[in-house]
């Protein structure tokens, strides 16, 4: 200790009366008792980043109400279901430094920045869950692999970003989302399809997508 003082120049060492196991008890009761320290956090940053709060409810309610639908308890998803309530709030984060590609520097953010609350491993898998909501889906083949779930809660968010790239409310026809034997099945209204052409395109674009990671995506009009 006396060699320590001394390489470090510290002149004064006081006794703390908390320790490191004091602060990770804290965290956990605060879990169980509905004050998760993560959630705080998140609020954080949708404040420090500016974040459009109307466009992140629409995304995250969709995106839930999908996921209600892929439930199963074999896979363990209710373990990771707050992940995506949580990528669906902080999503546009990368806006503050580029609109371009910002969800890589989204996933960035998420990945380097002080998240009290969240261990390494979260801050990772919340990461890559933002970095899938758009784009290739290649860079995410081996996250997936080692986490099928991570799949599902990528298609449930990638669904909600595009359904609303208006930025506005829609009256949204009733969608259906299953699993299927290698992938996902999406049912919508035909009608509503044929009357949202962009839309459609991006939907036939995602079945590509999906199918370039090994996992089928496929939209059945009704």
Same mark, same amino acid.
């Given at each position: 200790?006396?060699?320590?003082?001394?390489?470090?120049?510290?002149? %004064?060492?006081?006794?703390?009366?908390?320790?490191?196991?004091?602060? /990770?008890?804290?965290? #956990?009761?605060? @879990?169980?008792?509905?004050?998760?320290?993560?959630?705080?956090?998140?609020?954080? +940053?949708?404040?420090?980043?500016?974040?459009?709060?109307?466009?992140?409810?629409?995304?995250?309610?969709?995106?839930?109400?999908?996921?209600?639908?892929?439930?199963?308890?074999? /896979?363990?998803?209710? &373990?990771?279901?707050? +992940?995506?309530?949580?990528?669906?709030?902080?999503?546009?984060?990368?806006?503050?430094?580029?609109?371009?590609?910002?969800?890589?520097?989204?996933?960035?953010?998420?990945?380097?920045?002080?998240?009290?609350? +969240?261990?390494?491993?979260?801050?990772?898998?919340?990461?890559?869950?933002?970095?899938?909501?758009?784009? %290739?889906?290649?860079?995410?083949?081996?996250?997936?692999? *080692? *986490?099928?779930?991570?799949?599902?809660?990528?298609?449930?968010?990638? #669904?909600?970003?595009?359904?609303?790239?208006?930025? @506005?409310?829609?009256?949204?026809?009733?969608?259906?989302?299953?699993?299927?034997?290698?992938?996902?099945?999406?049912?919508? *209204?035909?009608?509503?399809? &044929? *009357?949202?052409?962009? #839309?459609? /395109?991006?939907?036939?674009?995602?079945?590509?997508?999906?199918?370039?990671?090994?996992?089928?995506?496929?939209?059945?009009?009704?």
């Amino acid at each position: 200790m006396s060699g320590v003082f001394a390489e470090l120049g510290i002149a %004064k060492m006081t006794v703390a009366e908390g320790a490191l196991r004091d602060g /990770v008890l804290w965290d #956990l009761l605060g @879990r169980v008792h509905h004050r998760d320290i993560r959630d705080v956090t998140i609020e954080q +940053f949708t404040r420090r980043y500016h974040v459009d709060i109307a466009q992140a409810q629409r995304v995250g309610t969709l995106a839930k109400a999908l996921l209600k639908e892929l439930e199963d308890k074999k /896979v363990g998803m209710e &373990a990771v279901a707050p +992940f995506l309530d949580w990528a669906a709030r902080l999503h546009e984060i990368g806006m503050s430094i580029a609109q371009g590609a910002y969800h890589k520097h989204s996933a960035y953010i998420l990945a380097n920045a002080d998240m009290p609350g +969240f261990s390494r491993q979260e801050q990772g898998y919340l990461s890559n869950l933002v970095l899938a909501q758009r784009g %290739k889906l290649s860079k995410m083949r081996a996250a997936f692999d *080692d *986490d099928p779930r991570l799949a599902a809660l990528a298609l449930c968010l990638r #669904l909600a970003v595009i359904l609303y790239r208006s930025r @506005r409310s829609l009256k949204l026809p009733k969608l259906s989302l299953a699993r299927n034997d290698d992938g996902f099945r999406l049912r919508v *209204d035909g009608r509503w399809l &044929a *009357d949202n052409g962009l #839309l459609a /395109v991006a939907l036939e674009s995602e079945s590509e997508q999906w199918n370039g990671v090994g996992r089928r995506f496929e939209v059945v009009e009704t």
